[in-house]
């Protein structure tokens, strides 16, 4: 696969292949399937995550994941706790109303991760995006790092859009749309792409 996915980029966009460096993670997404608990935590740590760097968001994570016995974070025991012993781990009052939300909708049987793999992309937002404070942006990390899907991007992204914007010499950021059409010629592997762009901004 990873001679595959560089010789897709390298036919399709000399530009995003030349920004491929021995020290990129590109080949890291774990394929193997996560099962429903795991998935359950997946999404909470998504949430977390909206809008923060990535240091703050494991620090609030891992407070979080403290309230519960062994770390273990399910809907049963999330649904125990209030918005404000949430806030008390650092996260706002949306993402601790959201977390709740998640636990309900879960418990409801409203959303499954049973057979979730079966499921096609836009299955899986329609589900997910039944979680009040869960946009399209956190549907699409879940796609791409939880239910390693090849082909996901998530135009809206700041980091993608400043990758593009290093890539390709631009003077501004590209827009939403802007982004998402350059995106469409690394189809089928524009999971893959964003990791370039991630790590060439970090970098």
Request: proline letters at 4%; charged letters at 30%.
């Amino acid at each position: 696969m990873k001679q595959k996915v560089i010789a897709h980029f390298r036919r399709v966009d000399p530009k995003l292949f030349a920004a491929i460096d021995a020290d990129i993670r590109l080949f890291s997404v774990n394929t193997k399937e996560k099962t429903p608990a795991q998935l359950f935590q997946s999404l909470c740590r998504s949430i977390v995550g909206q809008q923060l760097s990535g240091k703050v968001a494991r620090s609030i994570y891992d407070r979080f994941e403290g309230l519960f016995p062994r770390k273990y974070v399910s809907p049963k025991k999330l649904i125990e706790f209030s918005e404000h012993d949430l806030r008390g781990v650092g996260m706002s009052y949306a993402k601790a109303r959201a977390l709740l939300d998640h636990a309900e909708k879960v418990l409801e049987k409203k959303i499954t991760y049973h057979n979730i793999h079966k499921k096609t992309d836009d299955e899986v937002k329609d589900m997910l995006l039944q979680v009040k404070g869960v946009g399209p942006w956190t549907c699409e990390m879940f796609l791409m790092f939880s239910l390693a899907r090849e082909d996901i991007f998530s135009p809206k992204d700041l980091g993608l859009q400043k990758g593009i914007q290093k890539i390709y010499s631009l003077k501004r950021k590209p827009t939403e749309q802007e982004a998402e059409r350059i995106a469409n010629k690394w189809s089928p592997y524009r999971t893959y792409a964003a990791m370039i762009l991630w790590h060439t901004v970090d970098t």
